[in-house]
């Protein structure tokens, strides 16, 4: 099963502290390590939401809003993309990565959706369309 | 109740870690004790000791090195208790007389002396030319998959007994020949990767050639080739056709999905729903063919292999396949790994980029090759050329035949299907 991995922001994060050497060691091991086992296929560290923004939707309207954004606990930080047996593995990984951040810290484990779990909604016009978007992403 | 669900919950935790850690444990004592048999028993020991102490003490920060500390004071246990074998004896006891007063932290110092390649000489011995060639994947699955006997011959539609009985004389094998569960370098490297990517492919292969729904074990060694072959794309990264060949397993897994309908019915190539392809598949797939051939492994038969899978995977209709480009890679293969599969094949999408006549020529043309005589896809295909040539009643004939010699009910099903539209 696929899942992304998300590290949740902090105040620290989101006030664009970057890791010490110490931390930025660790995780290159710990992602060597997920590479090695096979597990980890993509991942990226996220800029602080003060250089983020949210497009914000009403029915018809759509209103530009400007970072940083207040409720820190629900931004993210980061993500990993990883490929797993099962969810006890994927929690057996996530609880030997170094603590992303300098004080407590949240990572947060999110199964993906594949096209198949949303059944009779997809028409084959709709699956078409979404799969000549991933296509794009994909540069295939 | 809450008691035995929280005990429960951390057993499942301690095995989850286990599970991470088995393989990469077995290897380090695989090349400690030389005995499979026996590295997999101390793991499994060390285990049990691990279900006792970690839910109280919480998982050790390095919990392999934890692993390989108890599983080595085991090793030494039973040298005392039960006199092994002297060969046995002779490796561990030189270790013994230096390790034996080390304090835990010591022998942990030194575990993070280790290579690091542990898990990649495991796959090598697996995978070993020694091993017969039926019982390779069988041991690659359990040594470094971690599936039991019994999923095992799930996967590969054997009685336990079968599958057992191959993995003892496997391990047996590898034990008399006293392998040192090292990754090979040099020039033996070559030979001995052809098989280790030989092994995955057929794992793989096992998984996909499976129909869907009846038995999830078995796509589910799709999954597990796919891993193996990341792991060996993470440790052996200069070679191309460790690349090519993950290349090749992502993009064909990309299609599980679509190739069977909601009966499990095998729908070829030419029918899927594109959109039902998996692109996050595609992608790393094509990384990968990429990776291959920027390292000049462009004409190797797993990159080949690749290539031809990335020519469907690229074209978003059926209508939009680069036959041309498809025969031309058949051409290639042909010429790196021959075949009458291949051969079929080539015949095949030669028809397609350059009109049925030419297909069925090449067609007839391998035809008489003793090795394609009962392969149901050579009728198949010959049927599907007369078809587009108007020979409608010629292709019944062919299509019936196909029909006749595959075992596969469902394939058996659209042949007939073909067979009946040719009235």
Partial sequence: MRVVVFVKATEDSEAGMMPSS?????????????????????????KPSSQAKRIAFDGPSRTVIDGPFAETRELVAGYWLW???????????????PNPMPGPSELEIRPVYELADFGEAVTEEGAAIHGRVADRLAGA | MAADMAADEAQRAVEAVFRIERSRLIGRLARMVRDLDLAEELAQDALLVALARWPESGVPDNPLAWLTTVARRGALDRLRRDRMQARKHD????????????????????????????????????CHPIVSPDARAALTLRLVGGLTTDEIARAFLASEPTIAQRIVRAKRTIAAAGLAFEVPRGAARQARLASVLQVVYLIFNEGYSATAGEDLTRPSLCAEAQRLGRILAAFLPQESEVHGLLALVEIQASRLAARTNADGALIPLTEQNRARWDRHLIGRGLAALARAEALGGCEGPYALQAALAACHARAKHVEETDWARIAGLYDRLQAVMPSPVVALNRAIAHGMAFGPEVGLRLIEAIAPSPALRDYAPLPAARGDALFRLGRHAEARCAFEAAASLTRNTREKAFLLARAAACA
């Fill in chain 2, 91 to 126: 490796t561990i006891a030189r270790e013994a007389a230096s390790e034996d007063d080390r304090s835990i932290e010591e022998i942990e110092a030194a575990m993070d002396d280790e290579l690091g390649d542990e898990l990649l000489g495991l796959i090598f011995a697996a």
């Fill in chain 1, 22 to 46: 110490d931390l930025l060691e660790a995780m290159g091991r710990y992602n060597e390590e997920l590479v090695n086992a096979g597990i980890m296929v993509g991942g990226d560290g996220l």
């Fill in chain 1, 83 to 97: 490929e797993v047996r099962d969810m006890d593995e994927a929690i057996a990984w996530a609880k030997r990565c």
